[in-house]
């Protein structure tokens, strides 16, 4: 499945339920889940929702990448997410795919880069000055 609409017709008709059903769901009107389908419109900031309506992994959903029955890293479906997600750009939610995708020494390496990069930064430009 190439495009976004495909990709959701193709899980809300595996799930059985109508495009208003979806459009409630994810908080959407029933002409907007139809405007995706129809590739209409291109992308939805309401793709976290739209996922976790029809139980899929959002960046599948998005980008056609991966598997739509994704597991997190517990090994059960990607059910809930949390209220981040829900507004999280596509750049947050790839480099979130790539973070659970790494081994554990390079989620480490991933952790200590973004928690250390703002400090030097910083540090970079006051010596700067």
Same mark, same amino acid.
């Given at each position: 499945m190439k495009t976004l609409g495909e990709r959701l017709k193709w899980a809300r008709e595996r799930k059985g339920i109508s495009q208003e059903e979806l459009g409630k769901a994810a908080g959407m009107t029933q002409g907007g889940v139809g405007h995706l389908e129809q590739d209409l *419109?291109? =992308? /939805? *900031?309401? !793709? $976290? #929702?739209? &996922?976790h309506a029809l139980g899929v992994d959002p960046i599948w959903? $998005? %980008?056609g990448k991966g598997d739509p029955d994704t597991p997190s890293e517990s090994g &059960?479906? !990607?059910? =809930?997410? /949390? !209220? %981040? @997600?829900?507004? $999280?750009s596509h750049e947050e939610l790839r480099l979130l795919t790539?973070?659970? #995708?790494?081994s554990p020494l390079g989620? #480490? @390496?991933i952790q200590t880069v973004a928690e250390n990069a703002p400090k030097q930064v910083l540090g970079l430009l006051n010596d700067a000055q």
């Open positions: *419109r291109k =992308t /939805s *900031r309401r !793709i $976290a #929702q739209l &996922a959903l $998005a %980008e &059960a479906p !990607i059910n =809930t997410p /949390s !209220i %981040e @997600l829900v507004y $999280a790539l973070f659970r #995708q790494a989620k #480490q @390496l």
